[in-house]
Nanobody, 115 residues
Framework: QVQLVESGGGLVQPGGSLRLSCAGSGIIFSVNHMGWYRQAPGKERESVAT???????GYADSVKGRFTISRDNAKNTVYLQMNRLKPEDTAVYYCHAWRTGYDYWGQGTQVTVSS
């Protein structure tokens, strides 16, 4: 059974930082494409950052230069370092693993950016 478990969310002031983690079981991250998505209240889920199995990263324009996705294959964990957070970054953040024919989602972790 595949499980993706996110952690690291919380309340942070504007300009602050958080690091999200996504730990996987039943799946090997290094051979899958990985990504972080987010969904704010009343909005559709959107891609934030991706990390292909080949090591190519991609970012939404809204987070470029502030967020960094990384992967630790030994720990089977994917991270999202979020710096210079803004109130508009407030959302539930989800970890996503996929390849052709399947995909898996974590349960999400809440990130709230507010003073």
């Amino acid at each position: 059974q595949v499980q993706l478990v996110e952690s690291g969310g919380g309340l942070v002031q504007p300009g602050g930082s958080l690091r999200l983690s996504c730990a996987g079981s039943g799946i090997i991250f290094s051979v899958n494409h990985m990504g972080w998505y987010r969904q704010a209240p009343g909005k559709e889920r959107e891609s934030v950052a991706t990390f292909t199995s080949g090591g190519i990263t991609g970012y939404a324009d809204s987070v470029k230069g502030r967020f960094t996705i990384s992967r630790d294959n030994a720990k089977n964990t994917v991270y999202l370092q979020m710096n210079r957070l803004k109130p508009e970054d407030t959302a539930v953040y989800y970890c996503h693993a996929w390849r052709t024919g399947y995909d898996y989602w974590g349960q999400g972790t809440q990130v709230t950016v507010s003073s």
